[in-house]
């Protein structure tokens, strides 16, 4: 079988890279090893351009988030799924002072987009103390992560172009022309391996900083919220369930096995409880490892050795909105030859 791209792995990275070349027309074949605790399937899913204790917009925001809105929007129509959702990111205001201080930045140049206070509060005064108001997002979005990546699968299959296994490194063969592995000729084979990139032996010494996380799945016998609450942690309503959330995430760069723990749950619930007003129950417990580097930065790049292998990981905790973006910019550098953004690029660990 001949095919122009070998992708390895169908996490976020995988998918939305492979999604971008079938579209551009060229053959692919993705093989992978699913599990259930991918970091992709286990991701909150949430695209929120305000993040953080300081409250930052996210690197890249203009030009990540019109971006992703159109490209998982379009993969909805060519899969006829639901998956993306139009979903925004609530804060309250902490004090009198921030709220001044935000309000006179909702104006700045570049915040203007992404920053609302114009917010109608009263849906969520039963379950957070706001009585100095808040804020929400603009652009924000929640992405059902695991409804992507199991529909696209079938897509593939469907397309002749998926095969489940677990790629062994010495299967590969680099040839003259590109890389053979078992019966599959490919002229590129990139890697989107998410934290097993770490032991990738053709990119190593990469500065991965792994980081573990947990979420909890809980209800809430109330009507449910549309958007996002986020207030040290998150707590993220699920479609089409009766006050269903995920609440989430935890932090642990020694703990890096994907089975979860009471010290996570403790940890979230203690979160929680400072803030929600309502009871709730648990419903389950998730945990994976996200593939996050020590820059914060994507790793994007061919192999200087053999530049017929290439590399799409590093996506941290931000997988979601940076993947169709890059996935695109990386195609474009694979395809026509244009330069990689120097930020993402794993050249700098030259
Ligand atoms: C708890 C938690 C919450 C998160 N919340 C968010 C969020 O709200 N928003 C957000 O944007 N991001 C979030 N993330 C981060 C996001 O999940 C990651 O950035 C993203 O999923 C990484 O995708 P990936 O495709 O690189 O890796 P993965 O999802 O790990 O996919 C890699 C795939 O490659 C396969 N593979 C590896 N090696 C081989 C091989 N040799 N042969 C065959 N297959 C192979 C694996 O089995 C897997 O299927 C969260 C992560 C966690 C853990």
Redesign the pocket.
Known sequence: MQVDYLI????????TLSYTLLQQGKRVMV?????PN???????????PITGRKLVKTWMADALFPFLQKFYQDLEQTLQTRFFYDRQVYRIFKSIEQQNQLLGKSAEKGWEHFFNTEVDNQPYAAFIDNSLDGWETKQGAW?D?AALINAYGEYLKEINSYRE?????DDIEVTPEGVRWKDVEAQKLV???????KHNPYFQDLPFRLV????LHIKIAHPPLENIITHGI?MLPLPDTEGEYLV???YDWQDLSNTTTDKARDQLQAKLDKWLKLPYEILGQ??????ATADRRPLIGTSPAHPQIGF??G?????????PYYAHHFVAHLEQGTTLQAEVDIKRYN
């Open positions: 390895v792995g169908q996490g976020i990275a995988g998918t093989v992978d090893a699913p599990h991918t970091s992709s399937r286990v991701a909150g899913g949430i695209c929120n992405l992560t296994a677990l790629l062994a490194y890697f989107c391996q998410g934290m097993e990139g573990k996380g947990e979420l998150f989430g995430a935890t998730r945990a994976g490892v996200r593939p799409f990981n996506l941290g905790a931000k997988g979601v909105s940076l993947a």
